[in-house]
């Protein structure tokens, strides 16, 4: 490559005090807290969540598959670069990665949570933290906040406080409190995101449909498989919606949901709105489906050789490379290893906008 690596979906490990100390005093009694079990090792207990969230999976990172294991862990053998960026960044350059797009691990599991105003004040903690976290080098931590959505208006304010903090964007719940996204009462909020330069993302198991072992069918791992399904609802409502119509200016980032699947998603969204618009009500649209969805959606994966082997299929210009440390679905540390053998049929324009361009200019990164 010409240019550095940047991750564009990287997580952070919430530690024991991320939502205890920088939370609302008001629900401080009832925050997200780390607990030492006998038989779990440590977990996160969530008021309104019955089940512990397990840390060891959101930092194996690096381990074999025989080692994965959901349960068993305790914080201070996990990677200290989760919590403390000074290690941070010697982990970014044992990966060969320059900078990294930070989203959260805990506050995954906080998007499907209940109680809307829980879950506001959680997500203000975590966007004082982790604007903390990336402010020890803003130019290689590039931390998103978290909205909960109550409202269009302090969805709006949310925007202008994550930007005061120095946060690059924002992650929102797969489902807002009042309506859905393709509501046309949203567009002011998606004009407001274009204004301040604050892409909206998505990510994975964000939303009520895509949680791992929600519903499974079948074995367990094939919960695993629908684990994207609802990043997929997301762009189809964006896009049969009319959002993007009404919202020219408007990207979105697909997070973590991979991209070799889209070119045949396109042509599915294409035969279903020629054939079956009428019947099935679609709104008319000005493009095709499969246009606003080149443009407008961008797309984050880790080993997904089949995106880079359909790169022509897809719009390699809205394809973002990542390394997903320190989850257990990491390339790291082996990321270069594995990019030299994905990327070995790309342009060396491909090459550079997929590893480095697009995700630089989507976040005005300078490295």
Not at 20 to 47: L, N, Q, S, W
Not at 143 to 150: A, D, E, I, K, N
Not at 157 to 163: F, Q
Not at 277 to 300: C, G, I, N
Request: glycine share 6%.
């Amino acid at each position: 490559m010409s240019k550095p690596c940047i991750s564009a979906d990287s997580h952070i490990t919430e530690p024991p005090n991320c939502y205890i100390d920088y939370i609302d005093p008001k629900f401080r009694h009832i925050a997200p807290k780390m607990v030492r079990d006998e038989t779990k090792g440590d977990v996160f207990v969530i008021e309104g969540i019955k089940k512990p969230l397990g840390i060891a999976l959101a930092a194996a990172a690096g381990r074999t598959p025989e080692d994965l294991r959901a349960w068993g862990a305790t914080f201070d053998s996990l990677h200290r670069g989760g919590w403390d960026p000074k290690y941070r960044i010697a982990d970014q350059d044992r990966d060969g990665v320059a900078a990294e797009v930070i989203y959260p691990t805990v506050g995954m599991l906080l998007c499907n949570h209940s109680d809307f105003d829980y879950k506001k004040a959680c997500f203000d903690a975590y966007n004082r933290w982790i604007a903390e976290y990336c402010s020890y080098n803003p130019t290689r931590l590039l931390g998103l906040g978290q909205s909960t959505m109550r409202s269009v208006e302090e969805g709006i304010k949310e925007l202008e406080e994550m930007k005061a903090l120095g946060l690059r964007g924002v992650m929102l719940t797969g489902n807002p409190m009042v309506s859905d996204y393709d509501d046309p009462m949203y567009d002011p909020y998606w004009q407001a995101a274009v204004d301040l330069e604050m892409p909206i993302s998505f990510h994975i198991l964000t939303s009520k449909s895509d949680q791992v072992g929600a519903r499974p069918r079948g074995p367990l791992i094939n919960s695993f498989m629908s684990i994207i399904r609802g990043n997929q609802d997301i762009i189809g409502t964006f896009i049969f919606g009319g959002v993007f119509q009404r919202n020219p200016k408007l990207k979105i980032v697909c997070v973590e949901a991979d991209a070799g699947w889209v070119p045949h998603f396109m042509y599915r969204m294409d035969h279903a709105y020629k054939r079956h618009r009428t019947w099935m009500k679609a709104q008319p649209l000005e493009r095709m489906p499969s246009e606003y969805f080149r443009d407008h959606v961008y797309l984050t994966f880790q080993d997904d050789w089949v995106a880079f082997a359909e790169k022509d299929l897809l719009n390699y210009k809205r394809m973002m490379w990542a390394n997903d440390f320190p989850h257990s679905d990491s390339t790291w540390p082996w990321s270069q290893e594995i990019l030299a053998q994905h990327t070995k049929n790309l342009t060396p324009v491909e090459k550079d906008a997929i590893l480095h361009d697009n995700v630089a200019e989507l976040y005005h990164i300078a490295v």
